[in-house]
C-alpha cells in the first residue's frame, strides 16, 4: 500500500498545527484532532494552546481516563495532593476519578495534546467555546461560561471541584 493509497482510505484525517474543530474557551485555544464518532467512543484528541498563567478550574473525569503529552512548553499538573513539574516531551496519564488541574507556568504560551479515553467531553467543550483560529488574537469568554460549565458538566460526568 502507498501513502497515496493510505491517504484516501476512508476515516484518515491529516491535520496541520491548528486545524480541527477549533475554538476559544477560557483563555485557550482548543483544536479537535479526532472525536468519540470518530473512533466508535473509543477515544478523542485535542491540541490545547495554553497562554502563560491559564489553566481549568480543579476538576474530576467521572467516566474517562485524561492523558497530557506537552508538546512544548512549562505546566504545573496537580494530582489530586500531588504537583507535577512538566515541559516539552513529558506525559502525564489521569485516571478517572482523579482530581487534577494543570496552568501554564511558562513566560509563553505552551502547547499539549489531551487524550481522553473514552472519548466524548470533547463535544462539552465544543458546546462552551467560541468558534475561532489559532491566528485570531485570543477570544475573552463570555462571563457566563463558568456557569454554563457548572450547568453541562453533570451530563458529563463531570466534576468541578471548589
Known amino acids: ?17 491548528g486545524q480541527g474543530r477549533s475554538f476559544w474557551l477560557m483563555g485557550e485555544f482548543y483544536a479537535i484532532k479526532t472525536t468519540a464518532e470518530q473512533t466508535g ?20 473525569h467521572h467516566r474517562e481516563d485524561e492523558c497530557i503529552y506537552i508538546v512544548e512548553g512549562a505546566f504545573s499538573i496537580i494530582l489530586a495532593e500531588r504537583v507535577v513539574d512538566a515541559a516539552d516531551g513529558d506525559f502525564v496519564r489521569i485516571p478517572k476519578g482523579t482530581p487534577h488541574t494543570y496552568k501554564n507556568v511558562g513566560a509563553i504560551p505552551g502547547k499539549m495534546l489531551v487524550i481522553l479515553s473514552p472519548g466524548g467531553l470533547e463535544q462539552l467543550w465544543a458546546d462552551l467555546g467560541q468558534p475561532g483560529s489559532l491566528s ?26 471548589s
Open 1 to 17: 500500500m502507498n501513502n497515496e493509497d493510505v491517504l484516501d482510505k476512508p476515516g484518515t484525517t491529516v491535520l496541520e498545527t
Open 41 to 60: 467512543g473509543a477515544y478523542s484528541i485535542t491540541e490545547v494552546e495554553s497562554f502563560p498563567g491559564n489553566g481549568p478550574p480543579p476538576h474530576i
Open 136 to 161: 485570531e488574537t485570543p477570544k475573552n469568554d463570555d462571563p457566563s461560561t463558568l456557569n454554563r460549565l457548572l450547568t453541562l458538566a453533570p451530563k458529563y460526568q463531570l466534576e468541578i471541584c
